[in-house]
Structure formats: C-alpha cells, structure tokens
C-alpha cells in the first residue's frame, strides 16, 4: 500500500491572513514548546498526592501536555456531567474555557469546588452574546409583538446568565449533538426560536435537519439598533439567529473543502456544524467532536480525512490513528487561543495549591443564575 503524503502546504502563523475570514480568527503565533520535564513529574507528584479528593477535566481542545493528567476528556457537556457524577472530589480542575467551568458549578454539589487553571481562558462565541444585549433584543421582540411566541434555545458554549435567562423564559440549553431535538422541542411550543449564541449552528440545524429555508431564518446584530432587522422581517421569521460564531470553526470556506479536494484525490471532508453553512454543504460528514472521533476511529486503513476543527483535536487524531492519512481542512494552521491558555504551568499551580488547601481561580455562579441556568440545563437532559 503507498503511504499516505500527509504534510501539506501551511500558512506559517503571524505570517499570512485570510481577509475572507470571520472576525476573530486571527493567530498571534505557534504554540510554546513543551513544558520542560521538571513541570511534568511535579503535575504527576501533586496529582498522586491529592488523590481522590481532585478530579480532572480535560476538553478535546486542551494541549497535549494537559490532557495527559486529566482523570476524564470530553466535550463541554459530558464534563461538566463527568464532573457531577463524583460527588466525593472535593475539588474539581477543569481545563477547558469560563462557560464549561460554569457549568460544572452549575451541575456539582455545593460542597465541590471548580478551579479554572487560567482565568483568561474564556470562550469568543460565549462573550459574542451578553446578559444585557440578550435582555435588549427580547424587549425588541416585544415591541415587535412576537415575544409570545418566541422560544429561547441557547448552544451550551454560553454563559451561566445567557443560561438563566433561556431558563427564565422557558427555553432550554442544546449541544451540537441534540440541536435538532432542542429545536423540535422549541417549535412544538412556539412558532419562532431565538437561537444563541452561533448562527451557524442554528442555521444548519434548522435548514438541513429541520426542513426550513435560508429566507425563514434572519440574522439578530446586537451592536445595531433592532438587530439590524425591521419589526416585519422578525415577525416574517421562523428562526431568529444571533450574530455569533466560533473563531475556529469560522475561518474555514468552502474554499478550503475545494482545495484539499483537489489536493487529495478520495479525501473525506468531515467538519463540525458550527462550520458556515456553506462549509458545511460542501463536506461529506458533518456532525459533533464526538461524532468526528468516533468517525476516525472506524474508519478504514488508508482511507484520507480532511477535518474541519480545532487543530490540537486534528493532531492527536492523527497521532492516534497513523495508519489513516488526517490532516487540518485549512492550510492556515489556527488554534483555540483562549482554550490554549491553560498550559502545564497553570494546570501545576492548581494542583500545588490545592495540596496546601489554598483554592485558586474558584469558579462560583451566584445562586439565582444557577437556579435558572440549572432549569435550562434540566429542559435539555428531559429532551424526547
């Protein structure tokens, strides 16, 4: 069998752009080098000697030299899940971004704590949609006269207070997993829905699983008057999107699905649906982190993939699976910049602390937050 060419040609960051690309995509640089062995065998040794009293999450997005320590990986609901089904950890690490440690606060018992090792470590789509644009925009819907008929589905990458606010108007929380159910749900108790805080999430679920057309879904701009929109065309629309997206998944084109095509002969493109809705047109597959990980892992020897999603998830694929060519559907190389913010220093400073009993970066919504964040988050588990 000829052995897969899997080095393409790459931007080089901090040294090409793609002025095609959403807002916020830009990479300042390459990831640091590893952390050196002395960081290691101290994260080992306060990791021992805490024991069972911490727990440790890591997201499929985290570095290498994270996720190594972590008791448990997986994307942000399983954790803040995982995080909840061990009540005797007193201490819960979490390393991921703001809004998943909120959530493991949100699901724990109050006894537990969540650190977060870096505090910067927050989420671009998440802040794209804050409590007091969200209150604007549903007084928007109200002075359109539709506000009764609108059903609130907030992504899970949000904050706890976009949470409570879905909850407080009886909505629920989805994943990229149950977007169509969240939806059916939404649209058998209302005849709009207010999606938050990714377009293009909510935009593919609802033109290709739902069966509604690009002209039933319109685009809410919290930093223009209304939304940009006219009373008319937000009473005229079935799925009303915030105008939000992911920094990573944003940046591919469907010239970047037409390139590797032409590249690679038989290549199968496999994204995620928070890709643009072309994007997503143009891939083979399309579905959660989980279901690209569980797609690579049956996938045939030899057989080539193109993955569109965050490239620390696209190395270890490719370092896990050598027998199968997997390379970044982009020729720009980009990471999560706010999810690479928890390094191994980090990750060690928390562990070190937590064996003196000193809780650093504790994560705590405030009780009312939780209480309807907790009602939005239990809407989703009851989903059909």
């Not at 290498?64 to 942000?76: K, P, R, Y």
């Not at 058998?188 to 690009?214: C, I, W, Y």
């Not at 390379?327 to 400073?349: E, G, Q, W, Y």
Request: glycine share 6%; net charge negative.
């Amino acid at each position: 069998m000829t052995t897969p060419v899997r080095d393409l040609p790459l931007l080089f960051l901090g040294t090409g752009s793609d002025p095609a690309s959403e807002r916020g995509v830009d990479c300042p640089g390459d990831l640091p080098p590893a952390s050196d062995p002395a960081l290691v065998e101290r994260a080992r040794a306060a990791k021992a000697a805490l024991g069972d009293r911490v727990f440790v999450l890591g997201h499929h997005y985290q570095r290498d030299e994270v996720i190594q320590f972590a008791d448990v990986t997986g994307d942000s609901f399983k954790l803040a899940q995982q995080a909840a089904a061990r009540p005797d950890a007193p201490y819960i690490v979490f390393c991921g971004v703001h809004f998943m440690a909120e959530s493991a606060d949100i699901l724990t018992a109050p006894h537990q704590r969540v650190i977060l090792p870096d505090l910067a470590a927050g989420c671009s789509m998440a802040d794209m949609a804050t409590f007091d644009q969200v209150e604007e925009c549903w007084e928007a819907l109200e002075d359109a006269g539709i506000a009764d008929d609108v059903v609130p589905v907030t992504y899970m990458n949000s904050s706890a207070d976009i949470k409570a606010f879905v909850g407080r108007h009886g909505g629920t929380v989805c994943t990229s997993s149950n977007a169509k159910r969240a939806l059916d749900w939404a649209y058998a108790r209302g005849e709009k829905v207010l999606f938050l805080p990714d377009q293009h999430l909510g935009r593919n679920t609802a033109v290709l699983e739902m069966g509604l057309s690009l002209d039933d879904c319109v685009v809410y701009n919290p930093h223009r008057p209304n939304g940009g929109l006219t009373d008319e065309q937000l009473r005229d629309a079935k799925m009303i999107l915030w105008q939000g997206h992911c920094s990573v998944h944003g940046r591919f084109s469907k010239k970047s699905v037409d390139d590797v095509r032409a590249r690679v002969p038989g290549v199968n493109v496999l994204v995620h649906p928070e890709c643009r809705h072309e994007v997503v047109l143009s891939a083979d597959l399309v579905g959660s982190t989980e279901y690209i990980i569980k797609t690579v892992e049956a996938a045939a020897p030899g057989s080539s993939w193109a993955i569109g999603t965050e490239l620390n998830l696209v190395k270890r694929l490719a370092t896990e699976h050598p027998d199968k060519n997997i390379m970044f559907l982009d020729k720009a190389v980009c990471f999560c910049s706010t999810m690479n913010r928890i390094d191994l220093p980090h990750l060690v400073r928390s562990l070190e602390s937590l064996m003196r009993d000193e809780v650093v970066n504790q994560i705590k919504v405030d009780e009312e937050t939780a209480h309807y964040s907790r009602k939005a988050l239990d809407q989703m588990l009851a989903l059909p």
